[in-house]
C-alpha cells in the first residue's frame, strides 16, 4: 500500500460544498494508487456550532471550572462530528469508508489531559480498514491513555494526528490542507508581495511556525521529521502544488555554492511582548542572577530572548505576564526597567549558516528605516530582533525587501 495522508481543517470541512471538495480530493488520491488515510479537525472556528472554542464556551460559560478529563472528553467531540459527517460524504461519492475516534486508530498518549504527548500508534486498526479498500477516517486532536481515557494533544493537535499516522504507517507523504496555498515568506496582510514558498527544511518550518506563522503545529513538523516523511502544506481550494517540507539536503539539492543559493527564507513575527532589563551589577552580581531567575522560574513564568552578561540581565515576557513578572522581582527588591509594547522578528533561513552579512543586512534595512534594535539573538537558521511594537511592521517589511523580494528566483 502507498499510504497518503490527508489532514483537513475546520475551514476545510465546514459546508457542504467544502466536503465534496475533500471528497473529490480523497477519491483523486485513490486514482493515483494511493491509499489515503484521512485525518479531520472539529468544524469551523469560534461561532460555528461544533468547532472546538464552541464546545469549550458552551460548558465553560456557565461552569468556569470543569475538570481537565472532562474538558478532554467534551473536546473530542467537535472530530467525531467532523469525521462522521466527512465520513458520509465519502460515502454519497459511491466510496466505502469507514471512521475512527482517535483510541480507535490507536493514537496512544500520556495522561496530560489538554495537552497529551503520543506515546505511541497503534496502526492494526488503521491498516486492516486500509487493506479491505476503505477509505480510513481518523478524528484529529484526540487520544486514549493505556488506562482507556480520552485526551487531546493541545490546540491544534490534528497536525500532530496525521504526522503520527504518518509515521506509523509510513506514509509517502503527510498532505496538510487549510486555506492558504502554502508557506509565505511573510505575513501576506503584512506584506503585500509575500510568496508561496515551493520548499522549505523541517527546520525552517519550525521556525516559522514557533515564531507565529500559524499554518502547521511545530510539533507535527518534528515528528515527521524524526522518520523523514515529506509533508506538504496544500490549499483545499487549488491544484497549486503547495510547500513542500523536507530535509535540508532536498531543499537545497545540487547547489554548489550556498551564497549563490537562497540564504533566507522567510520573515515572521511574534507581537505583544515586554522587555526587562535588570541592572545586577555589583560585588554579589552572580547570587543575584541566582535569585532573579529562580523567583521568576518558581512563579512559573516562562521568558525568552534571554541574555546575561555581567552588569544586567535581558529578557522579554508576554504581555499578559508582565504585571506578574514584575511585581515577582520587585518583591525580591529589583527595580527592573520595563519596556512594553515589543515585537520580535524572525529573519529565518537555513541557508544562512555560515554566510557572512546577514547581520550587517538586517542591521542596513532597519536603520535605513530609522528603526532601533533593542535587543538581537541568533541560532544557526534564524536571527531575532526585538523591535518596538510600533516599528513591527515596517521591520518585517523592509526586511523583506532586503532579504527576499529581490531574490525571486531563488524561492
Ligand atoms: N480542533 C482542534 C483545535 O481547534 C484541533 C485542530 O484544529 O487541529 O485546536
Ligand atoms: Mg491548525
Redesign the pocket.
Known amino acids: 500500500m502507498k499510504i497518503l495522508i490527508q489532514k483537513y ?2 475551514t476545510s470541512v465546514n459546508t457542504p460544498e467544502a466536503r465534496e471538495l475533500v471528497a473529490s480530493r480523497v477519491i483523486a488520491a485513490r486514482e493515483e494508487g494511493y491509499t489515503p488515510v484521512v485525518v479531520v ?2 468544524i469551523g472556528r469560534l461561532g460555528e456550532p461544533y ?3 464552541t464546545l469549550i464556551n458552551f460548558v465553560r460559560h456557565t461552569y468556569s471550572e470543569v475538570s481537565p478529563r472532562e474538558m478532554d472528553l467534551l ?1 473530542s467531540c ?2 467525531i462530528i467532523s469525521g462522521i459527517t466527512l465520513t458520509a460524504a465519502i460515502q454519497k461519492a459511491g466510496h466505502q469508508a469507514i471512521f475512527l475516534t482517535g483510541a480507535q486508530a490507536g493514537i496512544i498518549t500520556d495522561h496530560n489531559f489538554n495537552e497529551a504527548r503520543i506515546i505511541k500508534v497503534k496502526p492494526e486498526n488503521v491498516i486492516r480498514y486500509a487493506r479491505e479498500d476503505k477509505v480510513v477516517i481518523v478524528a ?2 484526540q487520544g486514549v491513555t493505556e488506562e482507556g481515557d480520552i485526551t ?8 500532530t494526528t496525521a504526522a503520527a499516522l504518518g509515521v506509523a504507517l509510513g506514509a509517502q507523504y503527510v498532505d496538510i490542507y487549510t486555506d492558504v496555498e502554502g508557506i509565505m515568506t511573510a505575513d501576506p496582510r503584512i506584506v503585500g508581495e509575500a510568496q508561496t514558498l515551493k520548499m522549505v527544511t523541517y527546520d525552517e518550518i519550525c521556525q516559522l511556525a514557533y515564531e507565529g506563522a500559524k499554518v502547521i ?1 511545530p510539533r507535527a513538523v518534528e515528528i515527521v521529521m524524526q522518520a523523514n516523511i515529506p509533508l506538504r502544506v496544500k490549499s483545499i481550494f487549488s491544484n497549486a502544488p503547495g510547500t513542500l517540507v523536507t530535509n535540508l539536503g532536498e531543499v537545497y539539492k545540487g547547489t554548489i555554492d550556498i551564497t549563490r543559493d537562497r540564504v533566507i527564507t522567510g520573515i515572521t513575527q511574534i507581537s505583544n511582548l515586554t522587555q526587562f532589563k535588570i541592572n545586577t551589577e555589583g560585588e554579589e552580581n552572580l547570587k543575584q542572577q541566582r535569585r532573579l531567575f529562580s523567583s521568576l522560574a518558581l512563579a512559573g513564568i516562562s521568558l525568552d530572548f534571554i541574555n546575561v552578561n555581567s552588569k544586567e540581565v535581558i529578557f522579554t515576557v508576554k504581555e499578559e505576564l508582565a504585571h506578574k513578572a514584575s511585581q515577582i522581582l520587585e518583591n525580591v527588591s529589583f527595580t527592573p526597567e520595563v519596556n512594553y509594547n515589543c515585537a520580535k522578528v524572525a529573519t529565518v533561513g537555513a541557508g544562512m549558516s555560515g554566510v557572512p552579512g546577514v547581520m550587517a543586512g538586517i542591521v542596513e534595512a532597519l536603520t535605513k528605516e530609522e528603526i532601533q534594535i533593542l535587543q538581537a539573538n541568533d541560532s544557526y537558521t534564524t536571527i531575532w530582533v526585538l523591535v518596538k511594537q510600533e516599528d513591527m511592521e515596517k521591520a518585517i517589511r523592509a526586511l523583506h525587501r532586503q532579504f527576499v523580494a529581490n531574490e525571486k528566483e531563488k524561492r
Not at 152 to 159: A, F, K, P, V
Request: charged share 20%; no cysteine; glycine share 34%.
Open positions: 481543517g475546520g479537525s472539529a468547532a472546538t472554542d473536546m467537535g472530530e484529529g486532536f487531546t494533544l493541545g490546540r491544534g493537535g490534528s497536525d503545529h
